[in-house]
C-alpha cells in the first residue's frame, strides 16, 4: 500500500499541496480529477521523488520514500507514465521498451515482457523499428505505457493518459489500464476524463488547489451532483 500523509509541496513559498492525505491499496485502481493547477501532478512527482516535499510523509509497504531520490523509488517497484508521453523521439519502439528496462539483467524475462506488450499494443510490434518520434499521439502513448512496465512496477501511476487522443484510442487506453490491474498490478491514475476514470475506479479523490475536497468510490462519485456538474458536463465522455 502506498500512504500519502499530510503531504506539503510548495514553490516558492507558494503551496501546491496543502497537507493531503491518501491511501492507494495493492491491487487497486485509485483516481485523483481536479482541475488544471489543482496540484495532481505534483503530488505524482513528489511520490516519485522528482519534488521534495516541505513537510508530511510517503510510505510505499511501511518503507518511508519522503526524500529519496526517484531511482531509488523506482527500485521499490513504482514507476511513473508521465503527462505528454515523452518517448525518446530518436529511438526506435524497441529502444524506447529496452530502456524502461534498464535496470533488470534478467534478459530472457525482458525479452517475454517485450513480447507481452507487443500483445497488448499490437502496433507496437508492426512499428518496432520505427522512430518513436514518428509514431501517432495514440501510438506515442501506448508506448510511453509499455515503457513504463519494462521496469515490472507493482505501482504504476498515469498522468493525464488520454490527453489529447481520439475518443477511440482513448477506450483503448482505459481498456488497458483495467487489462493490467486484472493482473494485480496496483494503479494510481490522474485523468481530466473524469467519467471514464470514475467508472473504472475502485477509489476516487477530488483535489482542489491543493486539497481533498472528497473522496469515495468511483461509483459514488459519479452519482455526485457536485462533481456531476464541475467535471462530468455533456462534453465529457
Do not use: C
Request: proline share 3%; net charge positive; glycine share 10%.
Amino acid at each position: 500500500m502506498l500512504k500519502v500523509e499530510e503531504l506539503v509541496v510548495a514553490y516558492g513559498g507558494i503551496e501546491a499541496l496543502k497537507g493531503i492525505s491518501l491511501e492507494v491499496p495493492a491491487g487497486k485502481i485509485i483516481t485523483l480529477i481536479g482541475a488544471n493547477g489543482a496540484g495532481k501532478s505534483t503530488l505524482l512527482r513528489t511520490i516519485i521523488g522528482l519534488v521534495k516535499p516541505k513537510s508530511g510523509r510517503i510510505t510505499y509497504n511501511d518503507k518511508d520514500l519522503t526524500g529519496l531520490n526517484s531511482q531509488k523509488i523506482v527500485t521499490t517497484g513504482i514507476t511513473l507514465v508521465p503527462e505528454g508521453r515523452r518517448v525518446f523521439s530518436n529511438l526506435t519502439v524497441w529502444e524506447n521498451l529496452k530502456i524502461g528496462a534498464y535496470m533488470r539483467k534478467d534478459e530472457a524475462e525482458i525479452a517475454k515482457d517485450v513480447a507481452w506488450i507487443y500483445s497488448m499494443f499490437p502496433r507496437l510490434e508492426e512499428r518496432s523499428w520505427q522512430l518513436a518520434g514518428t509514431l501517432s499521439g495514440g501510438e506515442q502513448q501506448m508506448l510511453a505505457v509499455g515503457r513504463a512496465l519494462m521496469s515490472r512496477p507493482r505501482l504504476i501511476m498515469m498522468d493525464e493518459p488520454s490527453l489529447g487522443l481520439a475518443p477511440l484510442v482513448i477506450k483503448d487506453i482505459f481498456r488497458i489500464i483495467q487489462e493490467i490491474n486484472a493482473k494485480g498490478m496496483t494503479i494510481l491514475l490522474i485523468e481530466q476524463n473524469a467519467n471514464m476514470a470514475l467508472k473504472i475506479a475502485d477509489w476516487a479523490y477530488v483535489l482542489e488547489t491543493g486539497r481533498i475536497t472528497l473522496e469515495g468510490t468511483g461509483s459514488d462519485l459519479l452519482a455526485n451532483p457536485e462533481v456531476r456538474d464541475a467535471y462530468l458536463g455533456k462534453k465529457k465522455s
